[in-house]
């Protein structure tokens, strides 16, 4: 069966031809078609740059020539803070398409720094946060509050089963900005992950 799936990404720059946008792996892989929403509704084709599974990060390229100049006007790349400068108990905001229900903004404290987490076979170091993130804020931004990205909502720990599917917990993980900046250099530039120390 083919069904629609939405998450979040975040714009980081364009070159010539391309908007350029970052997203979780977990988002785009399987999908046939991609499509990317701005703030004002407007909705553009995307295509994959390159995918990182080991990270879960990969980077999407909208052409610029779809993209209206009054979206244009509306939007601009995020400017990537430095997560290893964050600390225990700093607030952070989460956006995201929470559910496919739109944008929305969540707010919370960093709760732990460096946490290694294992989702699907690979382990990842992370930062844990209490800001909710729920199924749809997969690939978008982790704020600090001068307004930086310092993470990429990723994942969320949750009790539940296969007869309890309600079971967020509280607590989300979110791909530290500076690897996050390593990786989505790597496959602009390469379209692929080769030298990157992972963590």
Same mark, same amino acid.
């Given at each position: 069966? +083919?069904?629609?799936?939405?998450?979040?990404?975040?714009?980081?720059?364009?070159?010539?031809? +391309?908007?350029?946008?970052?997203?979780?792996?977990?988002?785009? +892989?399987?999908?046939?078609?991609?499509?990317?929403?701005?703030?004002?509704?407007?909705?553009?084709? *995307?295509?994959?740059?390159?995918?990182?599974? =080991?990270?879960?990060?990969?980077?999407?390229?909208?052409?610029?020539?779809?993209?209206?100049?009054?979206?244009?006007?509306?939007?601009?790349?995020?400017?990537?803070?430095?997560?290893?400068?964050?600390?225990?108990?700093?607030?952070?905001?989460?956006?995201?398409?929470?559910?496919?229900?739109?944008?929305?903004?969540?707010?919370?404290?960093?709760?732990?720094?460096?946490? +290694?987490?294992?989702?699907?076979?690979?382990?990842?170091?992370?930062?844990?946060?209490?800001? *909710?993130?729920?199924?749809?804020?997969?690939?978008?931004?982790?704020?600090?509050?001068?307004?930086?990205?310092?993470?990429?909502?990723?994942?969320? =720990?949750?009790?539940?089963?296969?007869?309890?599917?309600?079971?967020?917990?509280?607590?989300?993980? *979110?791909?530290?900005?500076?690897?996050?900046?390593?990786?989505?250099?790597?496959?602009?530039?390469?379209?692929?992950?080769?030298?990157?120390?992972?963590?």
């Amino acid at each position: 069966y +083919e069904v629609p799936s939405s998450g979040s990404g975040i714009i980081v720059g364009q070159n010539d031809t +391309e908007l350029l946008v970052v997203t979780n792996n977990h988002v785009i +892989e399987g999908a046939t078609t991609l499509a990317v929403t701005f703030i004002d509704e407007s909705s553009v084709e *995307a295509a994959v740059k390159g995918t990182d599974s =080991a990270s879960d990060l990969a980077v999407i390229a909208v052409p610029l020539e779809n993209i209206s100049a009054d979206t244009k006007s509306q939007i601009k790349a995020a400017t990537l803070g430095d997560s290893d400068s964050l600390k225990m108990g700093q607030g952070v905001i989460a956006i995201g398409n929470a559910l496919g229900l739109g944008q929305s903004v969540t707010v919370g404290h960093v709760s732990a720094l460096n946490r +290694e987490v294992t989702v699907d076979g690979v382990t990842k170091t992370v930062i844990q946060t209490d800001a *909710a993130i729920n199924p749809g804020n997969s690939g978008g931004p982790t704020f600090n509050a001068a307004g930086q990205v310092i993470g990429i909502n990723s994942s969320i =720990a949750s009790t539940a089963t296969s007869s309890d599917s309600a079971g967020s917990i509280g607590i989300g993980f *979110a791909i530290p900005s500076n690897l996050v900046k390593r990786v989505a250099d790597e496959i602009i530039k390469d379209g692929k992950v080769k030298h990157v120390a992972l963590g």
